[in-house]
């Protein structure tokens, strides 16, 4: 069957005066509007997407049934594992996120992003109106996708839009606005939770809704998707159908992105129900604790961005990976302090990973595959994420030990680190140069 060439129109926009060029194409800084819109739509993902996790205490003592016992159902109002299964689905909903990242090879990045994100944060408010565990779990999963591959392409926006000097400062900020939104739902949960209900603060959703709409004519097509675009048939994608060249590369990219998710998934997804329900913290030290993490996840990305610009993309990728493994066993240790200690020493971490690893998974791939790439991330840390559920809920629940769910969950992904340095590094080149043949 014939294939036809598909040329995309973009916005027309002029470079600065000092941007830099790689043949015909022009690069923009880390702070060009086009970069910091990206990391807007991100900061608007974070907020759909952490909802449930802030709110998960709220929403199980109102569909649950809390009394004073001492088992996790008794204390939290669901069951660890009906709470990890619920989880689970929400990781599984993921799985979308693959061919809807995958399109974005085939119609563009800027087109994508617009309607994920706006799809995602309007089935968010939906779920404001659930009328039970079940119902909220479904709303959330249908959205759940499109969130997940708006903060994917919001980093191939980035890292396309950049050149390798300004590259992991824009992944930096598309991760800083990601976890902004995210800790804004968290701190709400925190302060305002009595007084709106977690019902209301899906309903704020409805806030960076509307900041989508008003900002999409802010998003502009990159030069090097344009490029490649014109250039290139494109068959229609098949979930996600990364050509044969790059899929070594990719199962290795794809198993770190699983391993670094065994950690994060049920790390972030209990910490605040550990804290509210075990821990019995209050909602202003809740608060406080997520507060406080802001200013000390922008450390580790700022120190993020240093290591991956001075000593490499896998140095900074694997040590952070530890940091986050180690700080997830410390944070669930039992005590308060080990929570307050593990929960900051997680976002400095997680904070310093962001950089490095989205700088790195960008460059090792031409742009004629880069969002199918990211969506194949999506999908690895969706099992990931999967599998760490299962197992800390599971085991958890096993005389309510977080301790020993923590150290069987994380410990054994400290070794997967290791398979950083199995890539090649990237630090001060061009995707182009890794792929002087590719069609980019």
Aim: one cysteine or more; hydrophobic letters at 55%.
């Amino acid at each position: 069957m014939a294939l036809t060439r598909r040329r995309v129109a973009t916005p027309a926009r002029s470079a600065p005066p000092d941007a830099p060029r790689l043949g015909p194409l022009v690069l923009h800084g880390w702070l060009d509007p086009s970069v910091v819109v990206l990391a807007l739509f991100a900061m608007a993902s974070g907020f759909g997407q952490f909802g449930a996790i802030s709110a998960l205490s709220d929403v199980a003592k109102a569909f649950g049934h809390a009394s004073r016992g001492t088992t996790i159902s008794d204390q939290a109002g669901l069951s660890g594992t009906v709470l990890g299964v619920g989880l689970a689905v929400l990781r599984i909903a993921s799985l979308g996120g693959l061919p809807l990242s995958g399109l974005a090879d085939r119609f563009g990045r800027r087109s994508m992003l617009i309607l994920t994100c706006a799809f995602g944060l309007a089935l968010t408010v939906l779920a404001a109106l659930s009328p039970g565990f079940w119902w909220f779990i479904a709303i959330l999963a249908l959205g759940r996708p499109f969130l997940s591959a708006t903060n994917a392409l919001a980093q191939v926006g980035a890292a396309e839009e950049t050149g390798t000097r300004d590259r992991a400062k824009a992944i930096a900020l598309i991760a800083a606005g990601y976890a902004l939104g995210s800790g804004v739902t968290a701190v709400l949960e925190g302060l305002a939770v009595g007084t709106l209900g977690f019902r209301g603060i899906f309903a704020l959703a409805s806030v960076p809704l509307v900041g989508v709409l008003l900002l999409r004519r802010w998003v502009v097509e990159s030069d090097r998707f344009t490029i490649a675009a014109a250039a290139l048939d494109h068959p229609t994608p098949v979930f996600g159908a990364v050509r044969r060249p790059y899929r070594g590369r990719l199962v290795l990219v794809a198993t770190l992105a699983l391993a670094v998710s065994v950690v994060t998934g049920p790390a972030n997804n209990f910490v605040l129900l550990y804290a509210k329900s075990f821990l019995h913290l209050s909602g202003g030290a809740r608060s406080a604790m997520v507060v406080v993490a802001g200013p000390i996840g922008l450390i580790g990305l700022l120190a993020g961005r240093w290591l991956a610009d001075r000593v490499g993309r896998r140095f900074a990728a694997a040590l952070s990976m530890v940091g986050m493994a180690t700080a997830a066993m410390v944070a669930y240790s039992g005590s308060h302090v080990g929570l307050y200690l593990g929960y900051e020493l997680a976002a400095i971490s997680g904070g310093c990973f962001a950089p490095g690893a989205g700088a790195l998974a960008n460059e090792l791939f031409p742009t004629s595959v880069r969002a199918s790439v990211a969506g194949w991330n999506v999908a690895a840390s969706v099992v990931g994420a999967v599998l760490g559920l299962v197992v800390f809920g599971s085991v958890a629940d096993v005389g309510n030990r977080f301790s020993v769910a923590a150290v069987c969950t994380f410990g054994p992904m400290i070794l997967a680190a290791g398979l950083f340095f199995l890539l090649p590094e990237t630090k001060g080149r061009e995707p182009e140069e890794l792929w002087p043949d590719a069609q980019q």
